[in-house]
């Protein structure tokens, strides 16, 4: 399915490309910093970072350090997760539009940290480590459910694999809705806000279990992005080159699962993420996911970072749900891709 890229050709040019999307990251963290309802000068940014001892009386220092800078890096490491998660489905069923919303991960994810909040293991003074577990392990079940429902004769058809997703997405999004019928109602308008997707800033102890998440996550599909390579020929044709086909596909799927979890139970329910950066890595770095691995990382912390500015500002003062935004720019992509006819080619 690779399109054509002006990097694939030329082994020299594609680090400049991801030190491009470091730098668009750095410029999309420094822009979230500075915008906002209260506008902060590049130069305020820069003394509040250097500011000895935290400066607690000075409000500039309390809105960079304490409100804005953590947002920016919860969204960049989410942003980071989903499009690596997305990147790993897609590799594993050789299909770009294999993404953790479309396949209903998402929903099992949310599903798991609802059964959290409802045993009371999900809370400011609970350990995230414990929500991340229940989060993956819905992520996992439905993606076993999805797997299991659209394989045939050992392989993914797009068709049944789109439809098992929907299936199962919608079977879980049920659940979730009965579950947050459950709820007190005075926990119940925090919970539909985090359902699409809340990046409101968290404690420090949740970006230590994404951020090892996230590097776990990484390190897989870093370690097997060569093999990877390799399976989108074909899995018989990378069984005679060495590849246990069957062996990758389980550790990636695993990987992605766990990361998906990680990430929707720091920040709720954010689609098409997982779409939108691992086809528009593809469309500038070509199929080699050695180069994907990486830019997929930076390119979905950027992007998410930049959806969360816009979701702040676009209807200031009035905060929208990063996950409409994600959804408004995903969704014309999903469609333009199924029209073109690409979902039933191999990458």
Same mark, same amino acid.
């Given at each position: 399915?690779?399109?054509?890229?002006?990097?694939?050709?030329?082994?020299?040019?594609?680090?400049i490309?991801?030190?491009?999307m470091?730098?668009?990251?750095?410029?999309?963290?420094?822009?979230s910093?500075?915008?906002?309802?209260?506008?902060?000068?590049?130069?305020?940014?820069?003394?509040?970072?250097?500011?000895?001892?935290?400066?607690?009386?000075?409000?500039?220092?309390?809105?960079?350090?304490?409100?804005?800078?953590?947002?920016?890096?919860?969204?960049?490491?989410?942003?980071?997760a989903?499009?690596?998660?997305?990147?790993?489905?897609?590799?594993?069923?050789?299909?770009?539009?294999?993404?953790? /919303? =479309? &396949? +209903?991960?998402?929903?099992?994810?949310? $599903? #798991? *940290? %609802?059964?959290?909040?409802?045993?009371? @293991?999900?809370?400011?003074?609970?350990?995230?480590?414990?929500?991340?577990?229940?989060?993956?392990a819905?992520?996992?079940?439905?993606?076993?459910?999805?797997?299991?429902?659209?394989?045939?004769?050992g392989?993914?058809?797009?068709?049944?694999?789109?439809?098992?997703?929907v299936?199962?997405?919608?079977?879980?999004?049920?659940?979730?809705?009965?579950?947050?019928?459950?709820?007190?109602?005075?926990?119940?308008?925090g919970?539909?806000l985090?359902?699409?997707g809340?990046?409101?800033?968290?404690?420090?102890?949740t970006? /230590? =279990? &994404? +951020?090892?998440?996230?590097?776990?996550? $990484? #390190? *897989? %599909?870093?370690?097997?992005?060569?093999? @990877?390579?390799?399976l989108?020929?074909?899995?018989?044709?990378?069984?005679?080159?060495?590849v246990?086909?069957?062996?990758?596909?389980r550790?990636?799927?695993?990987?992605?699962?766990?990361?998906?979890?990680?990430?929707?139970?720091?920040?709720?329910?954010?689609?098409?993420?997982?779409?939108?950066?691992?086809?528009?890595?593809?469309?500038?770095?070509?199929?080699?996911?050695?180069?994907?691995?990486?830019?997929?990382?930076?390119?979905?912390?950027?992007?998410?970072?930049?959806?969360?500015?816009?979701?702040?500002?676009? /209807?200031?003062?009035?905060?929208?749900?990063?996950?409409?935004?994600?959804?408004?720019?995903?969704?014309?992509?999903?469609?333009?891709?199924?029209?073109?006819?690409?979902?039933?080619?191999?990458?």
């Amino acid at each position: 399915m690779s399109a054509q890229s002006p990097f694939s050709g030329e082994q020299g040019r594609w680090p400049i490309a991801l030190v491009g999307m470091a730098a668009a990251l750095v410029f999309g963290v420094l822009l979230s910093v500075m915008v906002g309802s209260v506008p902060i000068a590049p130069r305020e940014v820069v003394r509040a970072l250097l500011a000895g001892g935290g400066a607690p009386d000075d409000p500039v220092v309390a809105i960079v350090r304490q409100i804005r800078l953590p947002r920016a890096i919860l969204a960049g490491m989410v942003g980071a997760a989903l499009a690596l998660a997305g990147l790993g489905f897609q590799a594993i069923s050789r299909n770009p539009l294999a993404d953790p /919303a =479309v &396949l +209903g991960v998402s929903s099992g994810a949310s $599903f #798991g *940290v %609802l059964i959290a909040m409802l045993l009371g @293991l999900a809370g400011p003074v609970t350990n995230p480590a414990v929500v991340t577990l229940f989060a993956f392990a819905g992520a996992l079940l439905a993606a076993l459910c999805v797997y299991a429902i659209a394989q045939v004769d050992g392989r993914l058809p797009i068709t049944t694999l789109l439809l098992s997703g929907v299936i199962i997405g919608l079977f879980f999004t049920s659940c979730v809705m009965l579950f947050t019928a459950l709820l007190a109602s005075a926990e119940l308008q925090g919970v539909i806000l985090w359902l699409m997707g809340n990046l409101a800033p968290t404690g420090g102890r949740t970006l /230590a =279990v &994404l +951020g090892l998440v996230l590097a776990i996550g $990484f #390190g *897989v %599909l870093a370690r097997h992005a060569a093999p @990877l390579n390799l399976l989108a020929l074909g899995e018989e044709q990378a069984l005679q080159l060495g590849v246990e086909a069957e062996q990758v596909k389980r550790v990636v799927f695993v990987a992605a699962s766990l990361i998906t979890g990680a990430a929707i139970s720091a920040a709720g329910s954010i689609g098409f993420v997982g779409l939108i950066v691992p086809h528009a890595a593809r469309l500038m770095l070509g199929p080699d996911n050695r180069r994907l691995v990486p830019a997929a990382g930076l390119l979905g912390a950027a992007f998410l970072i930049l959806a969360d500015l816009l979701a702040r500002t676009v /209807a200031a003062p009035t905060e929208l749900p990063v996950g409409v935004i994600t959804s408004f720019c995903g969704a014309p992509l999903f469609v333009y891709l199924l029209r073109r006819g690409r979902g039933g080619e191999s990458m």
